[in-house]
Structure formats: C-alpha cells, structure tokens
C-alpha cells in the first residue's frame, strides 16, 4: 500500500526567510516543498534553496547528537553524549567562570538574524554578558540605527498594493534579492513582480544586474561611494526645488541647514568619485522627484561601507524630500498584527530582554564595545581580545548560528582564539563546520521542517506559521535549548516559560489563538494604516522627520549627512593602487548559497560548483586570463584562489568575488577553508568606519593573476 500524501503549509527559512510553502509529504517523510500561490507575502515564489529543503533535512553528514570533544581541538575525535550531559556540562562551566570571573567572561555569538535571535540575545542579557557578539556592524543594523533615529521606526518598500497604489519609480540601490530570492523580510518575487509594474527603475550597482539590464537608469558606481552620489541627489532635489513642500514644510527639521550643507556637493563634486557623469546623476535625481509614489529598495551593500550610518541617512533623507514616507507605493512604516508579541528585536526594544541587564553592566566598562553606534561587540575587536588578552580575555564561548571563520574577517585571529585561548566552546550548528570542528561541545540544531513557530523575523506586517513536520536523530530547536540552559543557570526571570512551546502560547496570547489555531490560519496580517505620521508624528526627539539629527548631535557625530572614501581606494591610497590596481568588492548574494551554507548540498553546489570571481573581459585579456581559469586573488593581508568568470557588466578595474567559501568535501579538520575565503583579504589596513565599526567589505584593492598549475597549487 502506498504512503498516504498529505500537503502541510509552512515557512520556509532556507534564507532569513519570508516565503510561505507547501509541504509535500509522502508518510512522514518530507518529499518535496513548493511556493504557495495562495501567500499575500510570496505568491507562490520558491527559490532553489528553498527547494532543496528536504536535502538539508535528510543530509548524511547533519549533526544528529551532541558530542564532546575526544581529542585535541580540532582533531575531529568526538564522543557522543547525552543532552543531559551536554547541557550540565555548559551550565556548570558557565557559571563556575561567573563566580570566579564574571558574566562578561563568557560571550555569546550569532551570525545574521534567525528565530534564535530573540533567545540568544536575551540569554546574555539575563547571563548578564554584554559580550554579544554579531555581524550587525556590517549588515542591517546601520540602515536599522540610522532610521531609528532619523524617523523612529525602519521604512520599508511597499509593494504589496495595500493601499491600492504601486510604486511608480522604484530605487534598487546596492541589493539583488530578484536574484538571491530575499534579504530584510522582503521576497524577490514579490520585487520582480512590481518592477515590471513600476514606469521608472533606477538602480545603482556597480555590476549590471537583471534589474540594471532593464533599468531606465543605471549608475554604475565605484564600490563603496554610495554616500557621495546620496549627497548629489540630494543636491539636485534641493536646488531643482524637486522637493515635496508639504512634508518637508510640516513634518521635518533642519531643511535649512541641509539645503545650506548640501551646497558643495554638486554632481560635479561626486562625479570623479562615483564615477557617474553629472547628466546622469541629474537626471535619476528627477526621474526620482517626478514621480509618485516612488520607493527604495536598499540593502547590505551600503552598511559594509566607511560611512554606512551617514550613508543610510541620506537615503532616507532622499525619502523624506520626495515626501515618499508611509504613503502608498513608498517607503511605509508597517503596522504588525494585532496581539502577537513583537518577539523581533528589530520591531521592539524591550524584547531583546535588556531588562534584566544588571544596572552595574549597562555602563561600558565591562564590555568590549568602542563604537557609538553599536549595539553588540565588534567582532575584530572582539577576536584580537581573546588572543591578546586586552583588556581582559574572554574564557567560554557559544556560537550559534555563526560560522565566523568564514563569514567573518581576521579569520587567522579567529582560528587562533578558539584553538588556543579559549577555555571553553560551544558550537550549535547543522554540520560540523570549520568553526565548530575547533569546539569543545557541539550541539546539534534543528532546521526549519523541524521545528514550530510564530515567525515574525523581519516580517513587519504578518506573522506566518510554522509547522514541525520531521525529526532527525536529536536535534532540538535552539531555543528549547536555551530554555534548558537558562533553567540550569537559575534565569527563570527571563525565561518564564514552562517549554518551548508554552512561550509559543504567550507570544500568540493576546491573539485569542493558540498555536493550534494560529496554525490552521497560516498568517496573521495587520491591518495597513498610511500617513501614521500626521496623527502621530514621528518617534524622535523632535516628533518630526530629522534632516538634522538631534542624536547624532548629542552622540557627538555630524549631525548632517557626510561621506567618507574608503581608506583602500584610487583615491585615498594612490600608492597601495599601484601595486593593488584593481577594486575588490565581495559577498555579492549567490543565488543557491545562503552566505557559508550549502556548499555539501548537492543541487546547490552543482549551480555553482566553484568560488567564482567576476572579471572584465579586458582585464582578464591583458593578464592572460580566460574563463574558468583559477587566478590568485592578492590583497595586503592574504592571498586566495577562485575561479574566473568574465563578465562584461562590471568596470575593467573592479573585482567582485563571492564570499565564505569552503570545501565541506574535503573533511577534517580543515574543510578547505584556507583556499578560497575572501574574508582572508581584509585585516587592519582599511581602518573601521568609527561611528560603526563598519569594514569596506565591498570596496577593497587588489591584484589578480593566473595561478600557474604546479603540483603544489
Ligand atoms: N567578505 C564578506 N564577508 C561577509 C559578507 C560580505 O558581503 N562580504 N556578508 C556579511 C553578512 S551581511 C552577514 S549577515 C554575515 C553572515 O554570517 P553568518 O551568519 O556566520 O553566516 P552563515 O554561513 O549563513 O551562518 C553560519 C552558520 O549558521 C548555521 N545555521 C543556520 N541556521 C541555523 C540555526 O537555525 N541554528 C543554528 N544553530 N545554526 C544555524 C549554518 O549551518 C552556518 O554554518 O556574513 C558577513 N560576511
Ligand atoms: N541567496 C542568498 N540570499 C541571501 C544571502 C545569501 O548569502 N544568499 N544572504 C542574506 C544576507 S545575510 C544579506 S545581508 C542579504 C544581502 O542581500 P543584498 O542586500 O541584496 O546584498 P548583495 O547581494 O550582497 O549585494 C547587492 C548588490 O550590491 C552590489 N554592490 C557591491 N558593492 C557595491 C557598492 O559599493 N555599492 C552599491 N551600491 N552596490 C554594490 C552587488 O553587485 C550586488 O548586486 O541577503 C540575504 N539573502
Ligand atoms: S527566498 Fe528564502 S524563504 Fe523564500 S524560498 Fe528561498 S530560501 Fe525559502
Ligand atoms: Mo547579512
């Protein structure tokens, strides 16, 4: 008899996560997922990553068990033990470094957003470790920091027609999610979908995209110059008097002092930066000012800038003069559903548990932190310390969802500090990775067919359920995990709930749903308010929209919008040029890779067999370089080898190479991830960016030459 079929509608979290699936099962087993055509927020979209779920799911190499350590670190000797044990173990050398040195002697790390976001950030707060350390001073947090205090609230593109309107022109400004399927809460589909709507796109990108094929404009801009090109928009805007007089008149501050700043920067000034003729930069700033609605899509490309903060205020300053905020079709502030707590840490300040930091471990002198604006421990900073010892070296460590020996930069330092200075490390993860093949204790995580959620992420206007539908070996939810810990260590404070799922019921609490229930339903929508602003105002000291910023003044940063060039460019470092002719830009989105993952899944890894670098087809003619060829990739800090891919869309002079490459194949103990880690290139030289901590991880120098094939290459 066959197994009986059944379809299960879920979320998918292949990525960050933001499509609404099917899932196809044949018994209990997952067989197949598909988009599901009935989604408001993807309609039906599904993406190879989401489509190789199930070879995820039912990956031979997965961590199905806790293990401990056998042998020396990174030896890949493992001893198969009991979550009892495991979690005895973690609670009880957690808290012996506590008494004998202090919470802030343990630190906590997580890669990009995940659900276990809302845990693990809570978990160091009631631990009372201010050590968290995380990505975010490369990707999002700027955009999120720079509208928090510009306007209150993050501004998102509107395309989903709620307000009957789409956008008329739309801005796709250093982000390829029509290709990569998604970043930020927003589909890719759903993107694709209004730009064929949209009259006007302008897109700026230094590689010619699909939406820069079909763009009205497309500036293509040298790497890491997006602040000076936002100055001359705005410029243009001010001094055409393309501005909507309204909303400036009635729901900003600083409009004088802007238009009084922005003098000098004409499109004159940006041109020999950005490299975009004044004509088109005049011309995108009308395109943009002339029709309405308009909105813009940005993305990570500008936060791994010298000057991301200034750089994002200025992009939503471009908003605000267009009066393109919370209208229909532009940049909307969204209204959540009713009665489901705002577990995201983006949407709501006192979910990230910073209540029940100790009042004696708010202050700075315990943390690692240095940046104004950073909201968790820079991770160079964070490294170096460990190795160093200065100020103090950090003793234990757990890592969730983070693979910073690839995603992160000083990986040589990162190496080091986990196999030779810290006392103790945890690894929760899928695979055993670079990372976690230098731990102590390796916890055993479960993917998203494997667990229940309300997923509201970065989903700002639905929350989306979903369902476990497999279990493979012992895996476990992260945050059951961390639910058991903070049992352990007596933070019942923080983590009031019996399980699990009991939090599940208390985030849907105030819904009159349980999780059942909500289940069933799928989603939950808000329900869309426009023009919030003129009831409300706007959540910032002034109530208004801050051209001028009045806590960037009280933080002691300009409170008008600058730009900064690069420390490593043509222009700031002539010099370095000579020798390291060629721009660097790197962690352009692979279309079947989610930033270090995938690469043993293999649908995925046949589309993209090979770390590739993109190269102009003149420039790899005249240094002997032909398609498919392995080039060496030099900077001042490293070398590294990849692929050539020649391509015409980008500028003879710019590079751009994937990111977090390594060779799960290969096995132990080093997985390959030596050989083609773009994150080897960067180390101190370019400075960081000191508002942030940013690093120019999309604008660099470098050579490129053929790597001769001897039989040590
Ligand atoms: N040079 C360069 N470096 C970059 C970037 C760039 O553009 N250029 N981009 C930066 C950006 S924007 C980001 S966000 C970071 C991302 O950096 P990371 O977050 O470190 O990247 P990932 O490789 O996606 O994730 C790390 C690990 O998390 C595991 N994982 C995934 N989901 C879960 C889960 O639910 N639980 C657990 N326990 N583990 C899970 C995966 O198996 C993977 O090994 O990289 C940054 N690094
Ligand atoms: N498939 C897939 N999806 C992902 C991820 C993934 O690894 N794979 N990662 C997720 C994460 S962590 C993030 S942060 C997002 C990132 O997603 P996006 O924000 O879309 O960022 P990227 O694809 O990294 O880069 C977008 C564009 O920036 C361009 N670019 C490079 N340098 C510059 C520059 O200096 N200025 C400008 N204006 N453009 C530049 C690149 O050519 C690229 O086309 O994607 C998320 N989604
Ligand atoms: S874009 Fe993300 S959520 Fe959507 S199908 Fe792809 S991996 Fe899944
Ligand atoms: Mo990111």
Not at 71 to 88: F, Q, V
Not at 272 to 291: K, M, V
Request: hydrophobic content about 40%.
């Amino acid at each position: 008899m066959g197994k009986v079929k059944r379809i299960v509608r879920s979320a998918c979290r292949m990525c960050h996560g933001v499509c609404q699936v099917l899932v196809h099962m044949e018994g209990e087993r997952v067989v197949r997922i598909t988009g599901d055509p009935e989604s408001p927020i993807s309609r039906g979209y599904l993406c190879p990553k989401g489509a190789a779920s199930p070879e995820l799911l039912y990956h031979p190499d997965r961590l199905i068990y806790p293990l401990r350590r056998a042998g020396k670190r990174g030896e890949n000797k493992w001893k198969r033990i009991s979550w009892e044990e495991a979690l005895d173990e973690i609670a009880h050398r957690f808290a012996a470094i506590k008494a004998e040195s202090g919470s802030e002697y343990v630190a906590i790390c997580q890669g990009t957003g995940r659900p276990l976001i809302e845990f693990t950030v809570r978990f160091a707060n009631a631990f009372g470790t201010p050590n968290f350390v995380s990505v975010g001073h490369v990707c999002y947090l700027p955009r999120v920091a720079a509208s928090k205090i510009t306007m209150g609230q993050l501004p998102v593109t509107d395309v989903y027609g709620f307000g009957g309107k789409d956008p008329e022109c739309m801005v796709i400004w250093g982000c390829n999610i029509t290709h990569s399927g998604s970043a930020d809460g927003m589909c890719g589909g759903m993107i694709e979908r209004a730009l064929k709507r949209a009259g006007k796109v302008i897109v700026v990108d230094p590689r010619r995209t699909k939406p820069a094929t079909d763009a009205t404009h497309w500036l293509q801009i040298r790497p890491g110059t997006d602040g000076a090109l936002a100055l001359a928009l705005i410029h243009v805007i001010i001094t055409e008097g393309l501005i909507d007089q309204d909303f400036v008149h009635h729901y900003t501050v600083g409009y004088e002092q802007l238009a009084e700043h922005i003098k000098p920067f004409t499109p004159e000034w940006a041109a020999p930066i950005t490299r975009i003729p004044p004509e088109e930069i005049r011309a995108a700033a009308r395109t943009y000012a002339a029709l309405s609605p308009a909105c813009m899509l940005w993305g990570s490309a500008t936060d791994a800038s010298a000057s991301n903060y200034q750089t994002a205020r200025s992009l939503l300053i471009l908003r605000a003069l267009t009066g393109n905020i919370d209208c229909p079709g532009g940049d909307v502030l969204w209204v959540p559903p009713k009665g489901v707590q705002q577990k995201s840490i983006f949407m709501s300040y006192e979910q990230d548990g910073a209540q029940f930091l100790p009042p004696d471990k708010i202050g700075r002198a315990v943390t690692l932190g240095k940046y104004p604006l950073e909201r968790s421990i820079h991770p160079p900073t964070f490294w170096k310390s460990v190795v160093t010892g200065d100020p103090y070296r950090v003793r234990a460590m757990w890592i969730a969802a983070c693979n910073p020996l690839l995603s992160q930069t000083h990986p040589l330092v990162i190496e080091k500090a986990l196999r030779d200075h810290l006392e103790f490390t945890v690894v929760s993860e899928f695979f055993m990775t670079p990372t976690a093949a230098l731990a102590d204790i390796v916890l055993p995580s479960a993917m998203w067919l494997e667990t229940d959620d309300v997923v509201n992420l970065h989903k700002i206007w639905c929350v989306l359920a979903r369902k476990k539908v497999a279990q493979i070996g012992e895996v476990r939810d992260d945050r059951e995990v961390i639910l058991a810990l903070a049992k352990r260590l007596g933070l019942e404070a923080a983590f009031p709930w019996e399980d699990y799922r009991a939090y599940l019921e208390w985030v849907l609490r105030d819904s009159g749903m349980t999780f059942d229930e909500f289940s069933d339903r799928g989603i939950l929508q808000g329900e869309m308010r426009y023009y919030k602003y003129k009831v409300n105002g706007f959540d910032t000291p002034s109530g208004k929209f801050e051209f001028y910023s009045s806590i960037s003044e009280a933080l002691g940063l300009s409170p008008l919008p600058q730009y900064r060039e690069p420390a490593l460019s043509p222009l700031s470092s002539p010099q370095a040029a000579e020798q390291y002719p060629l721009i660097l830009t790197t962690g352009a989105r692979s279309r079947v890779f989610f930033v270090s993952e995938g690469r043993q899944i293999d649908s995925l890894r046949k589309a993209n067999p090979d770390p590739i670098v993109e190269v102009h087809p003149a420039t790899a003619q005249s240094l002997g370089i032909a398609e498919g060829d392995w080039v060496w990739i030099e900077t001042m800090e490293n070398r590294i080898k990849m692929r050539a891919k020649l391509f015409d869309g980008i500028a003879p002079d710019v590079v751009s190479a994937q990111h977090a490459w390594w060779f799960p194949e290969e096995g132990p103990p080093e997985y390959g991830w030596k050989r083609s880690n773009v994150n080897l290139l960067f180390g101190d030289t370019a400075g960081y960016d000191f508002e942030t901590g940013s690093e120019c991880l999309r604008s660099s120098l470098c050579k490129i030459y053929k790597v001769e094939m001897t039989m040590n290459s």
